[in-house]
């Protein structure tokens, strides 16, 4: 039974947690240690009805979440978590009165984050950072580090309408390509024929080309993975064509002429360039992909048969190309008659 005692001319406190018996001197304060008595029931019982919590420092559970992810994840994903705990931590350095603990963050902040951050990213950015920082919470509150997630009802920002996605037609593309020095030519081209991301086309190996099976394996590597799962996807003549002309010398597929990996920033500048020359509308790889997905619709393939050359999770997303094909679901219903 928890009780106080005096020892000499110190109150001590005496009690039993976890069938250990603890005694802690406090003071010449009988007043205090009963106070003090009184704190320590409260967090037992605390802990034995799951309520105790261990207000965790954020400079100790940053590098623990952190490890936690690595363990768990994709080296891509443990990147983005990386990133969005710098960035968070960066805007708590602004602040007048930063806080140390996760006990500290409560909604307001994270309205504030969210404002802070849209000085610099997109509001679809800011809402995946959002998410991620939802995760980084949850964890703490699995921990018992707080009681609570205190991202559970910040709202995500809303997404303007878009427009759909922009792509080349087939004269747009003649023209660019007549812009284009060998190099990019075959990077455009590759693009054009594959629909692949261009980190996917960045990273790809030789090692990733099957010959005999004409395909090309978009696979998870050592220090990078794909956006979605790994795939495979049928190389058309164009692009056998593409990987007969080039030089098998490098690890990688599409090199710089020092042989490193081509860089996307590069890339896009020069595509930039030949968009001019050939008087067209600025466009960046991406579009590239549209123009694959676009194009292979309006030619009547089925959206599910898009979905998967594109790597998409979910067929939602490759709903986008939908109204290029307007006639797709009478089509699929004319399927059943007989």
């Not at 930063?98 to 800011?126: A, F, G």
């Not at 949850?138 to 759909?164: C, D, F, G, H, L």
């Not at 075959?186 to 990733?208: H, P, S």
Request: proline share 4%; net charge positive.
């Amino acid at each position: 039974m928890a009780t106080v005692r005096k020892r000499g001319k110190t109150w001590c406190i005496d009690y039993r947690l976890d069938g250990k018996r603890i005694v802690k001197a406090i003071g010449r304060s009988k007043r205090i240690a009963e106070l003090a008595l009184a704190d320590i029931q409260i967090k037992i019982a605390k802990r034995r009805t799951d309520l105790f919590t261990i207000d965790k420092k954020l400079s100790e559970y940053i590098p623990q979440f952190l490890s936690y992810i690595h363990v768990h994840s994709k080296p891509l994903t443990t990147r983005r978590y990386t990133q969005v705990t710098e960035h968070f931590s960066n805007f708590l350095d602004t602040l007048e009165d930063p806080p140390r603990n996760l006990s500290q963050i409560r909604p307001p902040l994270l309205e504030q984050y969210k404002v802070h951050r849209l000085d610099s990213v997109k509001p679809q950015t800011v809402n995946t950072e959002v998410t991620l920082l939802h995760h980084f919470f949850r964890y703490a509150v699995e921990m018992k580090y707080i009681a609570s997630n205190p991202t559970q009802n910040i709202k995500k920002i809303k997404k303007p309408v878009t427009k759909a996605p922009r792509f080349l037609t087939k004269s747009e593309i003649a023209k660019l390509l007549e812009q284009c020095n060998p190099n990019l030519s075959a990077i455009v081209k590759f693009l054009l024929n594959t629909g692949m991301r261009f980190g996917e086309l960045q990273n790809l190996e030789w090692d990733d080309i099957d010959r005999k099976k004409k395909e090309i394996h978009i696979r998870i590597k050592e220090n990078w993975s794909p956006k979605g799962d790994e795939r495979k996807i049928p190389m058309n003549n164009t692009v056998q064509k593409i990987l007969k002309s080039s030089q098998r010398e490098k690890r990688w597929v599409f090199t710089t002429k020092t042989g490193s990996q081509v860089r996307q920033s590069h890339t896009w500048d020069r595509l930039k360039v030949a968009c001019q020359r050939a008087g067209l509308e600025s466009v960046g790889p991406h579009a590239l992909r549209h123009t694959f997905a676009s194009h292979l619709v309006m030619a009547g393939v089925d959206l599910a048969t898009v979905s998967r050359l594109l790597g998409h999770k979910d067929i939602s997303t490759t709903m986008i190309y939908s109204h290029l094909s307007p006639d797709h679901l009478r089509q699929a219903v004319e399927k059943l008659s007989s």
